[in-house]
């Protein structure tokens, strides 16, 4: 079976940076695109980031200059760089990919189980 696991999250101060991964694990053939979402409570999940297979990205208008994704093919794995954190990024951060386990199969979309971002002030 397919699993995304993140990892990096944490408590930092504001302004601070934290780097969050995820790897994906599992038969994949490929996989389209990736992502980070993030849920704030009492908040809708809301996308943060994404990257596609050619390394083309589209960005959150409140993290624009700050995150940064990247992928790394070779290890299934994409990670989200937040520099200048500001207490108002203080979500849970949720990976996503959308991918296919065959070659004739569709696309399925694939959710981690979240890592917690807190950032004080």
């Known amino acids: 079976q397919v699993q995304l696991v993140e990892s990096g999250g944490g408590l930092v101060q504001a302004g601070g940076s934290l780097r969050l991964s995820c790897a994906a694990t599992g038969s994949i053939f490929s996989i389209n695109v990736m992502g980070w979402y993030r849920q704030a409570p009492g908040k809708q999940r809301e996308l943060v980031a994404v990257?596609?297979?050619?390394?083309?990205?589209n960005y959150a208008d409140s993290v624009k200059g700050r995150f940064t994704i990247s992928r790394d093919n070779a290890k299934n794995t994409v990670y989200l760089q937040m520099s200048s954190l500001k207490p108002e990024d203080t979500a849970v951060y949720f990976c996503?990919?959308?991918?296919?386990?065959?070659?004739?199969?569709?696309?399925?979309?694939?959710w981690g189980q979240g890592t917690q971002v807190t950032v004080s002030s």
């Open positions: 990257v596609t297979s050619g390394d083309s990205t």
């Open positions: 996503n990919c959308n991918l296919k386990r065959r070659s004739w199969s569709g696309d399925v979309s694939y």
